[in-house]
């Protein structure tokens, strides 16, 4: 899979070099490879909702939610849920950021998988936990298919069991 | 399905009845009765990637892709790509928006179904068919889990085969 994974220099500013998924989702096989190893590794575990955070996030939740017979919970930028939320803020490079979910989105399912592309700094991971946990439910787990390990996200979240594909 | 889809009043503005999938989304059985419905009516069709637009077609396609053995391929407001892309501006109630993709995204990919959750008033599914003619590929269906017929959606793409699993 990590070869299908493409470097794109500069990219969202100067210095940074961005990991594009975007080559490996478009492969067939490799988009198969993703999320089977995902599911292999939850196969066996409890979930009844996956939940991930707009938009690259759905594109690895969606299928596994799918795979592992569980719902499926959006988390998304304010002003896209139509219902009541709950909102967490959480800190960017500079200034914040805001994630919602519906109040009601894991009635009935209390153990949640939280599914996404990509562990950078860990501050989208650990609000979105905090939004699961609102709603009353439990983070079972987090599953993402990239980890940028020189960014320590890793610690932001080390009360949770966490699994991820590709380190780099 | 139906019966999982919730009416929000008045959302994004007064006066306009918003179809909540979430409802739908979250509910294990319900996701996977719209992933399947979908998958069974192209289960015998060649398609080579699923073509979905941010952030909720995500959800339908990406399941999708991986039922049928096919690349997926995000198309994405600007400044979300990394790499070249090619645009496509399309008219909103008030004003235009724009939509990219990735100048190489269907590279081998020739027969290309769209996914999405909602066909409202056609003009982001013809700005999306766009985007997929202009990288050299073919328009093989559009697959919709909601059309909302009085929008009238259907004749902006009248050129193309249409499936909408519920309609309004």
Known sequence: MKSLIRDVPDFP?????????TTLLKDDGGFRDAVEALHDIYRDVDIDAVASVEA?????????????????????????LPAEVHEEEYEL????DRLQVHRDAFDGAKR?????????????ALATAKLVERCGAEVVSFGFIIELEFL?????????DIVSLIKY
């Open 13 to 21: 500013k100067e210095g940074i070099i961005f990991k594009d998924i």
């Open 56 to 80: 690259r996030g759905f594109i690895v939740g969606a299928p596994l939610a799918y795979l592992l017979g569980a719902g499926f919970v959006p988390i998304r930028k304010p002003g896209k």
């Open 93 to 96: 490079e500079y200034g914040t």
């Open 112 to 124: 949640v998988l939280i599914a996404d592309d990509l562990l950078a700094t860990g501050g989208t």
């Open 152 to 160: 320590n996200g890793r610690e932001k979240i080390a009360d949770y």
